[in-house]
């Protein structure tokens, strides 16, 4: 990524760096390779950059107070998030109002990690199919980024520091004794790169990491079928879910570990409110395959659908 040198002290920050700072806040923690993906890919060439070279590059970052990160326990790969000198960055090129960041600590927060690293996947493949279509992500309120991860952002009105969750929502539904939460792990929302075309379509990605019950899950979906209809409080003239942007709609993904795992909850969700709105894929298809433009999502009907069709050639 070209563009003009941003210096700190001891070190001359490029707009590539800035980047890797901007999709470390939004999906939290990426591994060597997917750092590799997202900022050191060379379109003239169709190409990444070398490993070795990212590698040295992170290291000087590392060594200068904008990363930090450990080594996954079961491969050894080394994975990266946000260390301390990074804040004044996001805040200056980003706009982000961020405090603290997000630092996984101890063996009893690997499980989490793992969680993250599916996440942080699923939102590189999605932008590795955008590459070259006629298709953009839609930068969503209000911070005005493409991702939006379960991370909190420090509340800047209050003298103490106090964070909310950017994409989090709790629901008063009258059946329900108490608030139902919306909590998704990824929003995002697809929109054609032509800004007289019709307004984009909002998604809300769950990854499955196997260890909750299709029950669980059922009342996750429950929730979103409640919010569909859930109107914005400040403006009954939209839905609360209309605060991301000209968004139409919203649909619910639901990413699982193995496609054995896909096609069980297929089968015990079908029926429940919330999965009208849900289309079902594995982790390996949505690596496999191209996410966006291949038909790997199960739907209500149980057929395969792409979340979009492929612009036809002139």
Request: aromatic share 8%; with cysteine; net charge positive.
């Amino acid at each position: 990524m070209a563009g003009e040198d941003r210096r700190r002290p001891g070190l001359v920050l490029t707009a590539t760096d800035v980047e890797l700072f901007r999709w470390l806040w939004m999906v939290r923690v990426l591994t060597l390779r997917q750092l590799q993906r997202v900022g050191y890919y060379q379109p003239d060439t169709g190409k990444l950059s070398s490993l070795h070279n990212v590698r040295k590059r992170l290291q000087r970052l590392w060594n200068h107070g904008y990363l930090s990160g450990d080594r996954l326990l079961e491969t050894r790969e080394r994975i990266y998030f946000l260390a301390a000198q990074a804040l004044p960055a996001l805040r200056e090129h980003c706009s982000i109002p961020q405090r603290r960041l997000y630092q996984p600590r101890g063996s009893g927060t690997w499980r989490q990690v793992q969680h993250s690293l599916m996440v942080s996947e699923c939102a590189v493949r999605v932008m590795e199919a955008l590459r070259h279509s006629h298709l953009e992500l839609l930068n969503l309120g209000p911070l005005h980024m493409a991702f939006y991860h379960t991370h909190a952002v420090a509340g800047t009105a209050s003298k103490k520091h106090v964070e909310r969750f950017v994409s989090q929502e709790d629901l008063v539904v009258p059946s329900q004794a108490a608030p139902i939460r919306i909590r998704p792990d990824l929003v995002f929302a697809l929109a054609k790169s032509q800004h007289d075309q019709p307004l984009a379509r909002l998604y809300f990605l769950e990854a499955d990491r196997g260890f909750e019950s299709a029950r669980e899950i059922a009342a996750k979906l429950l929730a979103y079928h409640h919010y569909a209809s859930a109107l914005d409080p400040h403006d009954s003239t939209r839905y609360r879910w209309q605060r991301y942007g000209a968004v139409r709609d919203f649909r619910i993904l639901l990413v699982t570990t193995e496609r054995q795992r896909a096609r069980s909850l297929t089968r015990s969700l079908r029926d429940k409110p919330g999965y009208e709105l849900t289309a079902v894929a594995s982790l390996d298809a949505v690596k496999e395959e191209n996410p966006v433009f291949d038909p790997i999502w199960t739907n209500v009907a149980g057929r395969g659908r792409a979340l979009a069709k492929k612009a036809q050639l002139s």
